[in-house]
């Protein structure tokens, strides 16, 4: 079991930044790849961006190319996503997802953390 914390989230302008971290801990695992996923009011939780945790490779959304970035601090087992040029529509609680593996493969989620962009 693999317990994902994240932090970060809160309100902001449009056009400000934030910065997420998600820190994933538990007894035993070994992270295969990170990611972040969105809900949005009213709508379905969709992808933003995701890492693969031993080459580092990122990938994103359309919709949040060339202006959110994930990192990771593999030593602390902590994914970030620094999320700039925010607009309104970015508005949705945020949710950290990490795929693992020890012995078998397994999945968790974080609780979410709340991003609200004002106009």
């Known amino acids: 079991q693999v317990q994902l914390v994240e932090s970060g989230g809160g309100l902001v302008q449009a056009g400000g930044s934030l910065r997420l971290s998600c820190a994933a801990s538990?007894?035993?695992?070994?992270?295969?790849?990170m990611g972040w996923f969105r809900r949005p009011p009213g709508k379905e939780r969709e992808f933003v961006a995701g890492i693969n945790w031993s080459a580092g490779n990122t990938y994103y959304a359309d919709s949040v190319k060339g202006r959110f970035s994930a990192s990771r601090d593999n030593a602390k087992n902590t994914l970030y996503l620094q999320m700039n040029s925010l607009k309104p529509e970015d508005t949705a609680v945020y949710y950290c997802h990490a795929d693992c593996t020890y012995g078998r493969a397994f999945a968790s989620w974080g609780q979410g953390t709340q991003v609200t962009v004002s106009s």
């Open positions: 538990g007894r035993s695992f070994s992270i295969v790849g």
